[in-house]
């Protein structure tokens, strides 16, 4: 399957693009697409955690991604 994953904030500069088509296996849970991340994009395990949402949402761990889903990688956000 097909998706594009978009990458915010610090997570640009860690990977180097601001968005990348991927491709996953079918019945690709948030979870098990963190770990593939994770073991593809080293640098990101400099921070500790990162959100993502799939078509604007926010996902939880448990989200099976369809094809063709947009996700995004966000980062911790702080403001002041």
Do not use: R, T
């Given at each position: 399957?097909?998706?594009t994953i978009l990458f915010?904030?610090?997570t640009t500069d860690l990977v180097g693009k601001n968005s990348?088509?991927?491709s996953?296996?079918?019945n690709t849970s948030?979870?098990?697409?963190?770990?593939?991340?994770?073991?593809?994009?080293?640098?990101?395990?400099?921070?500790?955690?990162f959100a993502i949402?799939?078509?604007e949402?926010?996902?939880?761990?448990?989200?099976?991604i369809n094809d063709g889903?947009?996700?995004?990688?966000i980062p911790p956000v702080s403001g002041g």
């Open positions: 399957m097909n998706i915010f904030g610090i990348i088509p991927y996953i296996n079918k948030i979870k098990d697409l963190k770990e593939v991340l994770l073991a593809d994009f080293s640098s990101l395990k400099n921070l500790h955690q949402a799939v078509n949402e926010y996902a939880s761990n448990d989200l099976i889903d947009v996700v995004a990688i």
